[in-house]
């Protein structure tokens, strides 16, 4: 009979077709989350890039700088936030990060902080000449800044992803 066929070999089909489900529902979601994750430091980074346009200091200081601490998270898991600017270098060669690179990181951070500092002062009403007559020079410094930046991310992102990104992952 056909409902008897149906019984044996329909319910454990069944709940095969669940299991699976169930098993890959997580892994579905953790790597749409990991997408958007890569994208957002991409973005940070296409934010940056037009606020140097602009010659807004502050906000491509703010921007590379969420992006570098995005990028650091993604690739080797490390909430570099938390992390004290000067022991940065340190944490990311315990990470894997190479001296270079872990320089080069740290210089960034470093030069994107001290640049949204300076330019709030510039900012200031007593400053407001002295900062129209350095806008060329601090445009190219916003220029230098994001090229640097943007090479050294794409190069942390050249590196093997850690292996507690890598267990989430699986």
């Known amino acids: 009979p056909p409902w008897l066929s149906l019984a044996l070999f329909g319910v454990p ?6 299991r699976l489900a169930a098993w890959l529902a ?10 958007a994750q890569q994208s957002a430091y991409k973005k940070s980074l296409d934010e940056a890039r037009s606020a140097a346009q602009r010659a807004d200091a ?10 570098l601490y995005e990028a650091l998270e993604e690739v080797l898991g490390l909430r570099a ?4 600017r000067s022991d940065l270098t340190r ?3 315990e ?8 320089q080069k990181l740290g210089e960034i951070a470093v030069e994107c902080e001290a640049l949204r500092y300076a330019s709030s002062d510039a900012a200031s009403p007593s400053s407001t000449a002295s900062h129209a007559a350095a806008s060329g020079g601090e445009s190219a410094a916003l220029s230098d800044l994001l090229k640097k930046t ?3 991310l794409r190069e942390l992102s050249r590196l093997p992803r850690s292996s507690a990104r890598q267990q989430e992952a699986s």
């Open 13 to 18: 089909l069944s709940l095969a077709l669940a």
């Open 150 to 152: 943007s090479d050294a």
């Open 26 to 35: 997580p892994r579905v979601r953790a790597r749409a989350g990991r997408s």
């Open 91 to 93: 944490v990311l060669g």
């Open 81 to 84: 936030r938390a992390v004290l």
């Open 58 to 67: 502050p906000a491509t200081s703010r921007h590379l700088e969420r992006a």
């Open 95 to 102: 990470h894997g990060v190479g001296p270079e690179l872990a």
